[in-house]
């Protein structure tokens, strides 16, 4: 996010940040709230050393106290905590006037993923390795860094099963700002597609996706996973799910719908506590899970679909993660 506020004279000026600790699985809630509250995108930052999560709002002037201390606005933090009410609550701040895209620079640091994989911001200077691609970010496009334990999951699977001969199909169920999308076209992976139910999400993906040079190797479209119709659609090698546990496990049918015998799904946003019913309830839908991560409160997971039948069956849980997929 860019963050540089400016006055009618040109110069910097400084900006207000609201921000709320909360658990990890209340993350999605905050930052719609937070949202709709103030009137302004929301932020959301995973310390993966802490295991903390916050959520923030930048705004260029103090909020009204009638806004900042509404009653109601607490009874909705609140809520969010569940039995947990340590740490949430509001924090506001006023951030010292500087140019926020020069602080992005300081931050915002390239990354590789499985040595194969360049994640950079536009202002870097970093030169790929021979045979590394590159993802180009641009923060003020709110493009996901890639350094969120569920993201950096899905993009290690797909360099991981990066295809050596042939071409392997991929979705990307919930594109977003297209970030697995645009990596997996890069990456080599044919044909590319995904879709998501907001169109602003779609919107910024193509951006994306142009400013990668790959809008020509992707198909985007709208829609919602819950209600998508899949017996008549493209059947897929390999498909990417980064999303909230309860929507991976109501779309489960559909998710394995929508790939081929021996295709895998890479689930993530999962919490831990929460990936033993999702695992039994793919498991119903014919997917066996063959290797899973967890890195702080987050697990996530491949799963396989049974070559044999693509009818539902029940498995009993896997207790590791250390099983190989093909």
Request: proline share 7%; with cysteine; charged share 25%.
């Amino acid at each position: 996010m860019n963050k540089t506020s400016w006055n009618s004279r040109g110069k910097r000026r400084a900006l207000w940040q609201v921000t709320v600790s909360v658990p990890a699985q209340a993350e999605e809630a905050a930052s719609r709230l937070l949202t709709a509250w103030f009137g302004a995108p929301a932020c959301t930052v995973f310390d993966a050393r802490t295991g903390a999560t916050t959520v923030s709002v930048f705004l260029s002037c103090p909020p009204r106290p009638a806004t900042y201390q509404a009653p109601a606005l607490r009874v909705a933090l609140r809520s969010l905590a569940g039995q947990d009410r340590r740490g949430v609550r509001l924090r506001l701040r006023r951030l010292p006037p500087q140019d926020w895209a020069e602080s992005w620079k300081r931050h915002f640091k390239p990354r590789v993923i499985g040595n194969q994989l360049l994640l950079k911001p536009g202002w870097s200077r970093r030169k790929p390795r021979p045979g590394q691609v590159v993802v180009v970010l641009v923060p003020g496009l709110s493009f996901g860094t890639g350094h969120h334990p569920t993201t950096t999951f899905c993009l290690r699977e797909l360099v991981r099963r990066r295809p050596k001969r042939g071409a392997l199909s991929v979705l990307d169920v919930g594109t977003g700002s297209g970030i697995l999308a645009i990596a997996a076209a890069k990456l080599g992976y044919a044909p590319v597609e995904g879709f998501d139910s907001d169109p602003e999400a779609l919107r910024v993906a193509l951006a994306n996706a142009r400013r990668n040079r790959v809008a020509g190797r992707l198909r985007l479209w709208r829609a919602d996973l819950t209600r998508l119709r899949t017996r008549s659609r493209r059947r897929y090698d390999l498909v990417c799910a980064n999303l909230l546990t309860p929507v991976l496990i109501s779309a489960r049918q559909q998710l394995a719908d929508c790939l081929q015998p021996g295709g895998h799904l890479i689930a993530a946003g999962v919490l831990a506590t929460e990936f033993p019913s999702l695992q039994t309830a793919l498991a119903r839908a014919g997917l066996r899970l063959c290797r899973s991560r967890r890195d702080g409160p987050w697990r996530s997971g491949t799963f396989v679909l049974d070559r044999a039948s693509r009818s539902p069956r029940t498995e009993r849980p896997v207790r590791e993660a250390g099983r190989r997929c093909s």
